[in-house]
């Protein structure tokens, strides 16, 4: 039998699943950071609608970058975990200065689009790797992804 690790993955499996992973953790933190800003920082006739949701946004999103961090732990890895990692492998750009809510919602939805684009490279992967615990938990975030990305664009209509 394979090098498996102590959850039954093979190792080298295991390792390149983390990786992904570290590269999502990135960009979750980036998306969370983008979010918090824009929660701060909202002005006009919608802020309280949107400072709100802003609020459950980044709310969910630091569940979802705690549960990302422990699914590497458990595939016998370490998670990035600083501000510098996070910038140097995000594929989502820090974004400053908004007080606009259309800028903000753009913003938002361009962020969902790239995670939800990477949160379905690594399912495939792990589906490859028969790796259910980061199948089921990257499944769950795209089914919430997509379902807010759709609610955004129907908002820039």
Do not use: C
Request: proline share 1%; aromatic share 10%; charged share 25%.
């Amino acid at each position: 039998m394979a090098n498996v690790n102590l959850i039954g993955l093979e190792v080298g499996k295991a390792k390149e699943i983390a990786d992904q992973l570290n590269l999502l953790l990135s960009d979750l933190q980036i998306y969370y950071q983008n979010l918090r800003g824009f929660h701060w920082n909202i002005q006009g006739h919608e802020f309280f609608d949107l400072h709100k949701k802003f609020e459950e946004l980044y709310t969910e999103t630091a569940v979802h970058i705690d549960d990302i961090a422990e699914r590497i732990l458990a595939l016998d890895e370490t998670p990035f975990h600083s501000f510098e990692d996070y910038l140097v492998n995000a594929g989502i750009k820090a974004k400053t200065h908004v007080h606009e809510a259309k800028e903000a919602i753009e913003t938002i939805t361009s962020n969902l689009n790239s995670l939800i684009i990477r949160e379905k490279e690594i399912l495939k992967q792990a589906n490859d790797a028969y790796d259910e615990g980061t199948a089921t938990l990257v499944s769950d975030m795209i089914k919430l992804h997509e379902k807010n990305s759709w609610m955004f664009r129907a908002w820039l209509k």
